[in-house]
């Protein structure tokens, strides 16, 4: 059941992080490495970026029911036959010429596209959210199980540790007992020899393991490795309790509190909103539009006088309002194959949902099983290693003694030192799952 933990923070490291610096000899908690990894991962920032776009299009969304307002200033010069501004009659002259404008319109109705693309804009932006939010969650559960498997690796190190200090005491007595010609059988030191060679292979190769998944933890937190960096403990009591609610229980909660579903849904409505803005360019639209305008001709006279050029400006001044009405007839079926393709990604995004939930009821299942499962190893282990503690010291005694042969001695050792690293295996196991299913629930708490 090992293989699922790694294999957790092995697709993990496929994500890059930015660097971030850390002393030798600091003692991390649970907390400080997430709050470091939430703080590195380039997933979690795109993620950001992608909301504070959503953000963006949603207040376009909303600005676009604003009136617009433009302004445009022409001047020019003209040389030869050309349109005197000022009279609107051909003249043959160079002449400086001026038009001022400025103009504004307001959409009044256009089949309610502005409205429900403000809806759909909106409903993306809270998907985006979600997605932000999912980004920190999967951060989070990665660092908890990379955290957990150094405190694991810890554990077993102190206890592979603590059976080679067994086995070196014990050679150290036969050896004691060879030269002083006590010992009855000589092969009782070679067999505890050879079970001593083997607690040294067991140390180095978890000593190895267990710098493996710093390294692996630091990776994700984007720190330089530094063997010596220390992880605070977790209260062993918390380790092997189970989840309180049945895996039914928990599916129901997550379809209302993981972030992931929600962001399908909000999507799922966002779709819809979409199929009823390309609806809405179906229908006529209705505008108001106005402005004012003025210009300006140095060919202007009066009387065989030069007319000024604020007087112009002021006898120049026009303006316009009025009401347009749009009426789309023919455009190369434009906006009906719009409908059509928001009606297939609607289907998509319905299809997106149906299957998030799907896949999280068997996810919510599967690791349900593997809690209650650990559990259940757990609750073995730990009767495992009473009976077997009990028989190692009888072992010893009579070993000690010289009325049990190595053989017998090293077979109770290996059982009590098998028992002891399965308990702390399956414990950490425990854990594990349980905060995968309080990811599920939406409570990562520590």
Known sequence: MRYVKYLIVSLTLLSPALAHSQ??????????????????????????????????????????????????????????????????????????S??????????????????????????????????????????????????????????????????????????????????????????DLYDLKGTYADNQLSVVNTATTLKTSKLNLLQILNIPYKENITLQPINAEELAKQTPNSADQVYDIALNQLAYVKAATL????????????????????????????????????????????????????TQFGVSLRIPILNYFQNRNKVALAKIQLQNNIYVEQTTKVQLRQDVEKAYLNMTSAYERYQASAQ?????TESFRTAEIRFN??????????????????????????????????????????KLSL
Not at 73 to 94: F, L
């Open 23 to 96: 002393s030798a000899d600091t003692t991390l908690s649970l907390q400080q490495c997430i709050d470091i990894a939430v703080k590195n991962n380039l997933d979690v920032k795109k993620s950001e970026l992608a909301v504070q776009t959503s953000h963006v299009n949603f207040n376009q969304a909303r600005e676009n029911m604003l009136p617009t307002l433009y302004g445009q200033v022409d001047h020019g010069i003209n040389n030869g036959r050309g349109i005197d501004p000022s009279t609107n009659t051909y003249v043959k002259q160079s002449f400086k």
């Open 98 to 187: 001026g038009n001022y404008n400025l103009s504004s319109d307001l959409t009044v109705f256009s089949g309610l596209q502005n409205l429900n693309n403000i809806k759909q804009t909106s409903l993306a932006y809270q998907a985006g959210k979600m997605d932000l939010q999912q980004a920190k969650d999967q951060v989070t559960i990665n660092v908890i199980t990379a955290y957990l498997m150094v405190l694991d690796n810890t554990e077993l190190l102190a206890q592979v540790k603590n059976q080679l200090e067994v086995s070196r005491q014990q050679v150290a007595r036969l050896q004691i007992l060879e030269k002083e010609g006590a010992n009855k059988l000589p092969s």
């Open 267 to 318: 999507r799922r409505q966002s779709a819809e909103k979409g199929v009823s803005v390309a609806k809405g360019s179906l229908l006529p639209s209705i505008g108001l539009y106005g402005g004012v305008s003025t210009n300006y001709s140095s060919a202007a006279t009066l009387n065989n006088q030069t007319i000024g050029y604020w007087d112009q400006f002021k006898n120049n001044y026009g």
């Open 384 to 388: 495992q290693v009473e009976a077997y």
């Open 401 to 442: 003694a010289g009325v049990l042969t190595s053989v017998d001695f090293v077979v109770a050792k290996n059982n009590l030192d098998r028992a002891k690293i399965n308990l702390i295996n399956s414990r950490y196991d425990v854990y594990i799952y349980n905060k995968i299913l309080d990811y599920y629930q939406g």
